[in-house]
């Protein structure tokens, strides 16, 4: 599902200062169906790395292969494509857009898709049962807890059906029941042959992982 | 992008955006409603000049006796003449004038629409060739009659009657039908001031119609009329008092002016000048009120590109959100375009709502204000609807131009560096 080979990320800096190195993974495969948990300090690089595997990314070098497809040979256009039907990404601040409901957070990429609109709110409820929250469809953000927005987030990532899930802390910012329930889900989830690359610290999650990867200065250990 | 995505997303956007799209849509219809309301003041002042002062841009008026320097005899403009200008190039017609060159009286002593009217006035008359008045007068009454001649009256005359002379004396307003086929008696040879001037000649006139084309300061009749009359009153009845010159064209005006000087004629530029310096004292205002419309205008622009750009700012993470579940930035850059058109047509739409409803108030104000006289226009502001079509045109053009660059520019940015706030 996954193939990296000499992977390099440098953040620039201002003129005449060098750059700081934030990756440099030379080699690393992740297969279909893996559930890998992602761990490091804060500033490790594993942000970093699940934003260039989701094609969020495009400043770096080597060569990133993710679902068949060499990332840095897409179009914008084709990796928009990429970004909507083979890869999602759930982000440790889960980025809804305040003011939509849950429904329609969760329908976002149907708006950028040829889906046509009549199969759009069936699916959106769909996701939402899956993720356990069908009650919660007009509900927006603001009215919902940590936990059940960290839920909205996965159902709009697996709304187009995509293969490989990235989710970065997505537990960071919440209780110990709620985190019970997003490791059952995400452990659910894997059962049914979702590739889960997953930056965590979280026990819990780190027990539920096949594999586990650690990131220091931008280096796999 | 499915339409029903782009208008989800575009209603989305409004909806929650609407402080900024109401503050839009008010300056783009700021802007389009002033512009197009000087431009209307403007059509409207010049068609009424234009109206008021019916001097057609292909028409020059070639006047008589033309004395030339160097020769002891002045050129007649007579037949020969004519047929000279007929033969220069651009010409395509002449209207031939002739005065009747004898005073004459006419004294009313009658019952006249119920007012007794008491009065004796100096008459002038001058013979013209009935095309020149056109459709303003029915033209199967305006031809030579020995029994009694048609005459057409000038239009202003109504209202210098009505404004000035009815109110003083006390008499009641006329319409121009109520003295259409009113009969007068001239007596030629005589005058309130001159005296007799040769034996008197009676001639039966009727009120054949009203022209702002007709004769000013007295009466228009037929040439063959005004002919005969000289001819009877033992006056030049060969030569003409004046000849207007048509062209084919307005821009021919100056080379068939330079060809009539060439054959010793001089053209009475006068009034035509006066009204073309009148169309450009007024163009000069009104242009000057549109170019303040059009930086009006363009501060509009500025403002709602700025405004688009603040608000496309502030949703940089929303749309990085919409790129990471897989919009294209062309679809994003569609969006925006989209709400800015959305914008500039309800704004444009705003600004000709305006723009036709200062005019109306105008027109409103203008005419309650000058009251009821007749060579008033039907309105004083005026504009085709192409003009209107084109305010709204510019103002979508304006407000797509205002978005694209700050939109693409945005789009530039990376996801990943939206995302993590850098």
Known sequence: ?221 | MRFWALQKLLGLSLKRDASLAYSSIFGIGLATGSLLFFLGLGFGLTSFIQHLFPVEAKRVEVKAPQWVVGETEYKKLDEVACTDFQKLKHVRALFRKMEVRAPGITRVNDDILGMRIDMGLEVMAVGVEPALFGEDIEQALFVEDEEAVPAILSTYLIDVYNQHFAPKNGLASLKGDMLKGFGFDVIFNRSFFAGNTGERVRQEFFVAGFSPKAFLAGISIPLESAKRLNRTLGREAEQYSSVVVEVDDSTHIASVIQQLERLGFKTDEGERRFVQQLGLATWATTGALSLLSILIGVLATINIAQGLSHSLHMREGELAIFRAVGATSAQLVGVVVAQAFILALAGGGLGVLAAWGGGYLLDGFLFQALGAITWLPKRFFMLPVGVYLGGVMGAILAALLGVWGPSRRLLRRGIAEVLAGR
């Open chain 1, 1 to 221: 599902m996954i193939f990296v080979h000499n992977l390099t990320k440098i953040f620039e800096k201002a003129a005449h200062a060098q750059g700081v190195h934030a990756l440099s993974i030379p080699s690393l495969e992740v297969s279909l169906g893996e559930f890998v948990a992602l761990t490091g300090k804060s500033g490790s690089g594993k942000t970093t790395l699940l934003t260039i595997l989701g094609g969020l990314d495009s400043c770096y070098e080597g060569e990133v292969q993710v679902g068949g497809e060499v990332l840095a040979k897409l179009s914008s256009r084709a990796l928009a494509k990429f970004r909507a039907e083979t890869v999602a990404s759930v982000f440790q601040s889960f980025h809804l857009i305040p003011g939509w409901s849950a429904e329609e957070n969760v329908a976002l990429p149907a708006l950028f898709s040829k889906t046509s609109r009549r199969g759009v709110r069936p699916r959106a409820l769909q996701m939402l049962e899956a993720v356990g929250l069908h009650d919660k469809a007009k509900s927006t953000p603001a009215q919902l807890s940590g936990g059940e927005r960290q839920r909205i987030a996965i159902a709009r990532a697996l709304f187009a059906g995509a293969r490989l899930l990235l989710c970065d802390e997505p537990t960071g910012n919440l209780d110990t029941q709620t985190t019970q329930g997003m490791v059952d889900l995400l452990s659910r989830l894997n059962a049914e042959g979702l590739t889960l690359v997953v930056a965590t610290h979280e026990p819990l999650l780190l027990s539920a992982a096949s594999r586990h990867l650690t990131l220091a200065e931008g280096r796999l250990q």
